[in-house]
């Protein structure tokens, strides 16, 4: 079965240091996606950053990075500067082809990070 | 841009009620898909669908049923609820395994 597994239920951090969420997935495909989403208190999914699994170099969005290492099957997100509004839920997911040529997104359970003032 | 619509964004049910929740996108995407979201659970694939008239099940798919009569609308229906269909749901679309997927705001729904 195709999994995704965020080990680390919550995390917290002291505003403008960093951190660093962890995810590891399964899967015996070459050619794939990988995502970590966002969900503050308002329940909206918001795309942090994505990384298409054909890419050595690691993607980034501004405070936001990935650290991709394929071998090992991890895709850690870093957050650099941490801000009160960096506060939600963090799922990493990993974008799949299902039989019959279709594709689905499959979650993590998610870690809870709380940035602190 | 609306992007992808949900309505209702809250509900509450009685046990054996059914109701239909609805899930449009204007961005023209072939892809569109149902999760539930409850908690330590993450987010799971309810129904999809790759284009008008055609739709599959995903992880969960017992208690609802789905319809693709148009490319902009994909409807979530519970025929008879149940309590353990108390979640959030969300309705995701995408133009393609090279784009991203757009959620809606989601469903808070409730069963008593």
């Known amino acids: 079965a195709q999994t995704v597994t965020q080990s680390q239920p919550e995390m917290s951090v002291q505003e403008a240091e960093t951190v660093t969420l962890s995810c590891t997935y399964d899967t015996s495909e070459s050619d794939y996606y990988l995502f970590w989403y966002k969900q503050p208190p308002s329940r909206q999914m918001i795309l942090v950053i994505r990384?298409?699994?054909?890419?050595?170099q690691n993607a980034t969005e501004n405070r936001f990075s990935v650290n991709f290492q394929k071998a090992a099957k991890s895709f850690s997100l870093k957050i650099s500067d941490s801000q009160l509004g960096d506060a939600a839920m963090y799922f990493c997911a990993y974008r799949i082809l299902t039989q019959g040529g279709s594709e689905k997104l499959v979650f993590g359970k998610g870690t809870k990070l709380t940035v602190n003032p | 841009n609306a992007g992808v619509t949900q309505t209702p964004k809250f509900q509450v049910l009685k046990t054996g009620q059914s109701m239909t929740l609805q899930c449009a996108q204007d961005m023209n995407h072939e892809y569109m898909s149902w999760y539930r979201q409850d908690p330590g659970m993450g987010l799971r694939l309810i129904h999809y669908?790759?284009?008008?008239?055609?739709?599959d099940q995903g992880e969960v798919p017992n208690g609802y049923n789905v319809s693709r009569s148009t490319t902009e609308d994909f409807p979530l229906r519970l025929l008879s609820a149940a309590p353990s269909q108390t979640s959030v749901y969300f309705c995701a679309s995408t133009a393609g395994r090279r784009s991203g997927y757009t959620f809606g705001s989601g469903t808070r729904l409730t069963v008593v």
């Open positions: 990384q298409e699994a054909y890419k050595q």
């Open positions: 669908s790759v284009g008008a008239g055609i739709t």
